[in-house]
């Protein structure tokens, strides 16, 4: 069992920048790989990024690629998320979820999500 808390959201202008962090605790987090979700209002929730267990490969959904920076500290079991270029349509709360599976992009596959926290970017 994995339980996942996300932090560091919050409220920033466009062009702004924000950085999430995701603690874990549990069971040996280097063994999962951890990806960041967000939904927004009236959206379903979308892939944003993941992380493999050794933090050696990243994947990206296009709409953040170039702007965002998935990383992990596996000593400290937390997994950040640093977004620059923040843009109102980033607007969401955002998630970490965890997988002892393979898994990019395919939400079914991740077995521990946080609660959750809210990004919000003015324009």
């Known amino acids: 069992q994995v339980q996942l808390v996300e932090s560091g959201g919050g409220l920033v202008q466009a062009g702004g920048s924000l950085r999430l962090s995701c603690a874990a605790s549990?069971?040996?987090?280097?063994?999962?790989?951890v990806g960041w979700f967000r939904q927004a209002p009236g959206k379903e929730r979308e892939f944003v990024a993941t992380?493999?267990?050794?933090?050696?490969?990243?994947y990206y959904a296009d709409s953040v690629k170039g702007r965002f920076d998935i990383s992990r500290d596996n000593a400290k079991s937390t997994v950040y998320l640093q977004m620059n270029s923040l843009k109102p349509e980033d607007t969401a709360v955002y998630y970490c979820a965890a997988t002892g599976n393979v898994a990019l992009r395919q939400q079914s596959l991740y077995e521990y999500w946080g609660q959750g926290t809210q990004v919000t970017v003015s324009s």
């Open positions: 549990g069971r040996t987090f280097s063994s999962y790989t």
């Open positions: 992380i493999s267990r050794s933090g050696g490969s990243t």
